[in-house]
């Protein structure tokens, strides 16, 4: 019998994760919950072994050693605790096996398509393809493309209740033809899940009843002015966990073990995500990113989305980075002269030898250049996906007819935004947190005042499922052992003259008044661990926030690396010629520290 909130004293939450399962135990420490051990193993759902139970067995051993405490027995983990024995709650996420791969299909590829897509990856999906009556691609394409994929499952939308069915009846017709058949195992039919217009149900049961595992859920566009994602969601988790789940070898055994659902591991990450902005009631971006994928989530004005760029990592998916964004926007955060060819090679060989990190300081800089472009990228993609819904109405007035950018803007404003959380290897464990905060400030490019931190060691997954159980045990631990606060960016915008003093910033420190200016193309770093009250002065012309030359007071956050004075304007702009280039990123590199010895490393060999 699983204990009230209350009542638990001590969580046992795994991450079996497609190479490593995680493992980390969470005690009640007086009056709060905090990190005491944690644990890791190779997962083990793959051949020779091929029982995910395996890997989770071995992680959780590793904590026992750590904590000196018993927390298994030979049935399983043991929940509730009896005595010093077992702990009180035990949790799971899992992406092993590939994840959640779904396809999404709708009317409009702008409209219902996207709406489809957007509640698939705020499941914990990762989307394969959108096949929309649109699309551009011819019907045989289309049948062709479905069988190809082998999904998971399939998410139909399209149409408001009681408009046009003719529409989304043709999207059935495609999968009928199709015949699509599910990723894992043989002995079952794939599940649909049609979350279209009401009034088309029983054509498209017609047409696909007997050869999937159809089910219905309320439209997610009931009307053009109204996105409802709740129940499709709801419905993608529960069938992954009563299909995907039970075909992956030993999850029927490790499901048994757990007090509450097993949660894909992105779905999870985005709910601490939204539960950390929801607390404390601010906009956030999250990124995780991986050997093979790297997702961007963001909460925004109380909207939540997720996108994963399954194409872009740091490993399995190396070169296409270095095919997505070009060997010259690669090369242009490298301070000295290097054959294209020989950083082409470098990247191919980190594709094949997945596992190797970087040995010297040039690899580490060729590496941290590749995470630049990497996240620019993902976050590129998020924001086309995060936007207003299409196809609504909207009220304009006259500003409105001066604006030049097109009627679909994203949601996300920078200069509105709160906090960036960065997590996975390459921000995790990069050998200094100040590259951690640069490498993120100059990938996302925050505008005003945001501050940054970083997933110590990668629990979020964990914290997730712990967050829809109980969240004040996960928001303690999220927010004393796994985030580790690196500071605070403070940018002003607008048209930064290089040389020319862009901003002032006023405080008190150590008990003496301190004031200093940054010009037009310079990064400061001032370091400070705590808050400070800091009176932020931008030139004539800029805005921190408050409007064109409008100064603010307020508290900044410190952190492990400080507070960030970033004048290199916005975009951000690197010189195209090499010697230029050099002498320019030398120059932020010396003004922050980021590489200690670069000056010695660097100056006086290939950077001269």
């Known amino acids: 019998m699983v204990k009230t909130p209350e009542e638990i004293k001590s969580i046992l939450a795994v991450d079996c994760g497609s190479t490593t399962t995680k493992a980390i135990l969470i005690e009640l420490d007086g009056r709060n919950y905090r990190l005491k051990v944690r644990g890791e193993a190779p997962t083990t759902v793959e051949k020779p072994f091929e029982d995910v139970t395996k890997g989770v067995r071995n992680a959780v051993r590793e904590v026992e ?37 779904m396809m999404v299909a709708g009317v409009v590829k702008k409209m219902s398509a996207e709406s489809a897509q957007r509640a698939a990856l705020g499941a914990g999906a990762i989307v394969m393809d959108t096949i929309a009556v649109d699309d551009g691609r011819l019907l045989y394409q289309k049948i ?42 043989s002995g079952y039919n794939l599940p649909i899940i049609y979350c279209g217009n009401k009034e088309a149900r029983k054509e498209v049961g017609g047409l696909l009843e007997g050869k999937v595992d159809l089910r219905y859920v309320d439209n997610i566009r009931p009307v053009l002015e109204k996105e409802v ?6 419905e993608i988790h529960n069938l992954f966990m009563e299909h995907v789940m039970a075909q992956a070898p030993g999850y029927k055994t490790l499901k048994s073990w757990t007090d509450a659902p097993i949660m894909p591991t992105p779905g999870a990450v985005g709910k601490i995500i939204q539960t950390v902005a929801e607390e404390n009631d601010i906009n956030v971006i999250g990124v995780d990113i991986g050997g093979a994928t790297t997702d961007v989530f963001s909460m925004f004005e109380n909207t939540f989305n997720r ?55 040039e690899d580490l800089i060729v590496e941290q250049a590749i995470a630049r472009e990497a996240l620019s990228l993902a976050f ?37 935004l709160d906090m960036i959380i960065g997590s996975g290897g390459a921000l995790s464990h990069a050998p200094r947190r100040l590259q951690s905060g640069i490498m993120m400030i100059d990938a996302f490019q925050p ?48 048209n930064i003259k290089k040389g020319a003093a862009a901003l002032k910033v006023k405080y008190l420190k150590d008990g003496k ?61 690197i010189s195209t010629d090499p010697k230029e280039r ?22 006086e060999g290939r950077g001269k």
């Open 229 to 234: 994602l709740g129940p499709a969601r709801e």
């Open 307 to 361: 996108t994963v760029s399954a194409n872009l990592g740091m490993s399995y998916s190396v070169c296409n980075v270095l095919v997505e964004t070009g060997i010259d926007n690669i090369m242009r955060w490298i301070p000295f002269d290097m054959d294209p060819n020989e950083i082409k090679n470098r990247i191919r060989n980190k594709m094949i030898r997945p596992t190797t990190i970087p040995h010297t300081l």
């Open 144 to 185: 062709e493309r479905i069988r190809q994929l082998r999904p998971d499952m399939v998410l139909v939308a399209g149409g408001i209740d009681g408009g046009t069915k003719s529409h989304v009846v043709e999207i059935a017709e495609i999968l009928s033809a199709a015949d699509p058949k599910p990723r894992l195992g």
């Open 582 to 603: 050099a002498k320019q990123l030398l120059t932020w590199f010396s003004q922050t520290n980021m590489y200690p010895i670069v000056s010695v490393g660097l100056e």
């Open 447 to 494: 505008e005003g005042i945001t501050r940054l931190a970083v997933d110590s060691i990668f629990m979020m997954p964990q914290l997730g499922v712990l967050s829809s159980v109980h969240p004040k045990a996960a928001t303690e631990v999220f927010e004393k052992d796994c985030l580790i606060h690196l500071g605070t960016c403070i940018t002003p915008t607008g």
């Open 380 to 416: 590129a993609h998020h924001k086309t996906l995060a936007v207003g819904l299409r196809g609504v109405q909207r009220q304009r007035n006259i500003s409105d007819a001066f604006d030049q950018s097109s009627g679909e803007d994203t949601i996300i404003d920078m200069m509105d």
């Open 513 to 573: 008044e301190h004031e200093e200016t940054i010009y037009g193309g310079e990064i400061r770093v001032i370091p400070c661990e705590d808050s400070m009250e800091m009176d932020i002065i931008p030139a004539s012309g800029l805005d921190i926030g408050n409007g064109k030359g409008k100064h603010t007071k307020k508290e900044v956050s410190g952190g492990v690396c400080g507070i960030f004075l970033d004048c290199r304007g916005r975009p951000l702009s």
């Open 65 to 101: 050693e750590l904590a000196g405490k018993t927390i298994m027995d030979e049935v399983g983990i043991i929940t509730p605790a009896q005595g010093d024995k077992g702990v009180d709650l035990f949790l799971a996420t899992s992406s092993a096996g590939g994840g959640l791969q």
